[in-house]
C-alpha cells in the first residue's frame, strides 16, 4: 500500500526534527507539494507535536 504524501512529509519531518534549519527546509517543501487542506492538517499536526506549553 503506498503511503500519501501526506504521511509521507510527515515521516520526513519526524526523522529531521533534530535539526531545527533542516526541519523548516522539509516542512516548506512539503508546503509546496500538499493540497490546500493537507497542507492544514500539516501545519496542525506539527504545531501538535512540536510545540510545548
Given at each position: 500500500?503506498?503511503m500519501?504524501?501526506?504521511?509521507?512529509?510527515?515521516?520526513?519531518?519526524?526523522?529531521?526534527s533534530?535539526?531545527?534549519?533542516?526541519?523548516?527546509?522539509?516542512?516548506?517543501k512539503a508546503?509546496l507539494?500538499?493540497?490546500?487542506?493537507?497542507?492544514e492538517?500539516?501545519?496542525k499536526?506539527?504545531?501538535?507535536?512540536?510545540?510545548?506549553?
Amino acid at each position: 500500500m503506498s503511503m500519501s504524501m501526506l504521511e509521507y512529509s510527515k515521516v520526513i519531518l519526524e526523522n529531521v526534527s533534530f535539526d531545527a534549519t533542516l526541519f523548516i527546509k522539509e516542512l516548506r517543501k512539503a508546503f509546496l507539494r500538499l493540497v490546500e487542506p493537507e497542507a492544514e492538517e500539516l501545519m496542525k499536526w506539527c504545531i501538535a507535536r512540536y510545540t510545548y506549553p
